[in-house]
C-alpha cells in the first residue's frame, strides 16, 4: 500500500476514504470507549461459558435439523443390530498429520463405542491392502458395511478427493453388492464423485460426538432425516444418483 501511495496508483483522495470508514466503523462500535475502560478485549473467565449445556444443546439441535440422507437407492435403511450386526467399518481420513489435522481416531473410536453400546459388533477394516479374500467368505463373515468418510482438506479447497489408503485398496466400496453397505461423510459433501457406487449415502458435516450420535438415530430409523441436499452433491455425475 505504501509503494502504491508513493507511486500515485493509491490516491490521496482514496487513503483518505478508506481511513474514514475504517475510524468511522471503529467508532460506531465504541472500540475507544472499550479501550479506555479496559473491556476491548476478552478476559479469560469470559470464554467459560464455550461449551455450556446452552450451546451442547444448540449443537444437537444443529446435527438433527442438519444431517442429510442423499440417497438410498436400495432401500437398505434401517441399519440395525439383529441384520447388521458384525459390521465392517472403513474409515476414511486423506491426509494424516497435515497442518490442517486428519487422520486421528477420535471420531472412529467413538463409532465403535457407541456402535458396540447399541448391540453391533463392528470391526475396523485394514485399508492399507489390496487383499479382499472371497466373496463368499466376506458375505459369510459380515452383515453390513459402514463407510466413515473424515476428509480434512485446506480452508481453500470448496471439496477434496478420497485418497485410498493404497492403490487398488480394499477399502473401495467393491462389497457393495455383497452386503448393505452405508456411507457417511463427516466434512465434504461431495464424496459421490469418487464412490457413485454406494447406493446409501449420508452428509453429517462434522465428526463432533453430536453429530456421530444424531447419524446412528437416523440411520436406525429413531430419528428423521431433515436435512436437504442440492445439486452439488452429485458432483455433476449422472451415475452417482443410482
Known sequence: MKAGVESGVISKERLDDANRRILGLKAKLRLHEKQ???TLLTKPEDLEVVGCEEHLAMRADAADKGITLVKNTLDQLPLNPTDHKRIRIY????????IAGGGESAMLDFYLEELKRR?????????TTRVKGPTLKYREDVDAALVLAEVIG???QN???IQWKT??????PWYVWEVPTFMVSHNFTTHLHD????KCYVNAYHPNEANVL???DKLEGKSEFQGTPNDLVWAGKWQAKL
Open 167 to 172: 492403490a487398488m485398496s480394499n477399502e473401495v
Open 214 to 216: 444424531a447419524t446412528l
Open 154 to 156: 485446506y480452508g481453500a
Open 195 to 198: 464412490a457413485t457406487m454406494v
Open 159 to 161: 471439496n477434496y478427493r
Open 119 to 127: 448391540g453391533y459388533e463392528p470391526e475396523v477394516n485394514d485399508g
Open 91 to 98: 474409515h476414511l481420513t486423506g491426509e494424516k498429520g497435515g
Open 36 to 38: 479506555a475502560d479496559g
